[in-house]
C-alpha cells in the first residue's frame, strides 16, 4: 500500500485486551516487541518480524495490521515500517521536562560557533541513546539514522562516570575507575573513533537538580578537530544549559 493511502481504523472494542496473550506474552508485550522488531529492521515483513519476536506468524500479522490500522506502523506493499504516530509520539519524549526549551538555543549557538555537529543523548538500558541533533540533517556521514551505540561513547562514559548510583553496566574494564575520575576531574569525557570510525567526540554532563546528570551534551566532529578545546568550550555551553534546567 503507498504511503499516505487512507486506511479504515478499527473501533477500539475489536483490539484485544491487554490481559491477553500473545504467544506465551501479553498483547501489549507482543505489540511493543513487533515495534521494536521493526524498528531494527526498518522494513520487513511479518514472517521475518514474527521470527525476530518469537511470536506465531498469525499474531504478529493479526497485531501488525492493528498497530497499522492505529499508525504506529505504516504498510509497504507486504512489509512493515515505523508509522508516522510513532514518530510523532517519540519525539515528544525527552528526558526532562525543560530540556529542549533550555537546550534549542545554546545548541545551535554553539553548533555554528565550532561548526561541528551537537546531540543530546542519555543512558537507555545500557545504551546510549541520541535524543536531540542540531543541525538535525547534518550528521556525521557514517553515523546514519542510527539512534543507539555501546555506553562507552563520550557521552556514555560521561553520564557513567558522573552517575550515582553508579548505572548496572556488567563487569567493566579494569581501568574505569581511573578513567571515572579523570572524567569526573575535567568534567568531560572524549571518543576518539573508538566507536566510530571517522568519528570523535567530546561529551559534558548536563546537571539537573542537586547536580544530578540529566543527559550529555555531545559535539561530534572529525579526527582533525582538537577535542580539548571543542571540551571547554562544550563545557561553557553545558553550564548554561544546566542553568536553564534548574530554574523553576
Same mark, same amino acid.
Not at 518480524?49 to 493479526?62: H, I, N, W
Not at 556514555?156 to 574505569?176: C, I
Not at 575520575?181 to 570523535?200: K, L, M, N, P
Given at each position: 500500500?503507498?504511503?499516505?493511502?487512507?486506511?479504515?481504523?478499527?473501533?477500539?472494542?475489536?483490539?484485544?485486551?491487554? &490481559?491477553?496473550?500473545?504467544? $506465551?506474552?501479553?498483547? /501489549?508485550?507482543?505489540?511493543?516487541?513487533?515495534?521494536?522488531?521493526?524498528?531494527?529492521?526498518?522494513?520487513?515483513?511479518?514472517? =521475518?518480524?514474527?521470527?525476530?519476536?518469537?511470536?506465531?506468524?498469525?499474531?504478529?500479522?493479526?497485531?501488525?495490521?492493528?498497530?497499522?490500522?492505529?499508525?504506529?506502523?505504516?504498510?509497504? $506493499?507486504?512489509?512493515?515500517?515505523?508509522?508516522? =504516530?510513532?514518530?510523532?509520539?517519540?519525539?515528544?519524549?525527552?528526558?526532562?521536562?525543560?530540556?529542549?526549551?533550555?537546550?534549542?538555543?545554546?545548541?545551535?549557538?554553539?553548533?555554528?560557533? &565550532?561548526?561541528? &555537529?551537537?546531540?543530546?543523548?542519555?543512558?537507555?538500558?545500557?545504551?546510549? /541513546?541520541?535524543?536531540?541533533?542540531?543541525?538535525?540533517?547534518?550528521?556525521?556521514?557514517?553515523?546514519?539514522?542510527?539512534?543507539?551505540?555501546?555506553?562507552?561513547?563520550?557521552?556514555?562514559?560521561?553520564?557513567?562516570?558522573?552517575?550515582?548510583?553508579?548505572?548496572?553496566?556488567?563487569?567493566?574494564?579494569?581501568?574505569?575507575?581511573?578513567?571515572?575520575?579523570?572524567?569526573?576531574?575535567?568534567?568531560?569525557?572524549?571518543?576518539?573513533?573508538?566507536? #566510530?570510525?571517522?568519528?570523535?567526540?567530546?561529551?559534558?554532563?548536563?546537571? !539537573? #537538580?542537586? !547536580?544530578?546528570?540529566?543527559?550529555?551534551?555531545?559535539?561530534?566532529?572529525?579526527?582533525?578537530?582538537?577535542?580539548?578545546?571543542?571540551?571547554? &568550550?562544550?563545557?561553557?555551553?553545558?553550564?548554561?544549559?544546566?542553568?536553564?534546567? =534548574?530554574?523553576?
Amino acid at each position: 500500500m503507498a504511503p499516505g493511502t487512507r486506511v479504515p481504523v478499527r473501533r477500539p472494542e475489536t483490539l484485544p485486551a491487554a &490481559t491477553g496473550n500473545a504467544g $506465551g506474552r501479553s498483547v /501489549l508485550e507482543g505489540a511493543f516487541a513487533l515495534l521494536e522488531a521493526v524498528e531494527r529492521a526498518v522494513e520487513a515483513g511479518p514472517t =521475518r518480524l514474527a521470527a525476530d519476536c518469537g511470536l506465531p506468524k498469525t499474531t504478529a500479522y493479526r497485531l501488525l495490521e492493528q498497530l497499522a490500522d492505529l499508525g504506529a506502523v505504516e504498510r509497504c $506493499g507486504g512489509s512493515y515500517r515505523v508509522g508516522p =504516530r510513532m514518530f510523532r509520539l517519540g519525539s515528544a519524549w525527552q528526558p526532562h521536562p525543560r530540556l529542549r526549551a533550555a537546550a534549542r538555543e545554546p545548541m545551535r549557538r554553539l553548533a555554528q560557533l &565550532t561548526g561541528t &555537529t551537537v546531540g543530546i543523548a542519555v543512558l537507555w538500558k545500557g545504551e546510549t /541513546l541520541m535524543v536531540e541533533w542540531c543541525p538535525d540533517d547534518q550528521r556525521p556521514e557514517p553515523l546514519g539514522t542510527r539512534m543507539t551505540w555501546p555506553w562507552f561513547t563520550a557521552a556514555g562514559k560521561v553520564l557513567v562516570a558522573t552517575a550515582a548510583p553508579a548505572p548496572l553496566l556488567g563487569p567493566l574494564p579494569a581501568s574505569w575507575s581511573r578513567h571515572a575520575d579523570t572524567i569526573r576531574e575535567h568534567g568531560a569525557a572524549f571518543d576518539r573513533e573508538e566507536v #566510530v570510525t571517522g568519528v570523535c567526540c567530546t561529551a559534558v554532563p548536563l546537571l !539537573g #537538580v542537586r !547536580g544530578t546528570p540529566v543527559a550529555a551534551l555531545c559535539v561530534l566532529t572529525d579526527p582533525a578537530h582538537h577535542l580539548e578545546r571543542l571540551a571547554e &568550550t562544550a563545557r561553557r555551553t553545558g553550564r548554561v544549559i544546566s542553568t536553564g534546567l =534548574r530554574r523553576r
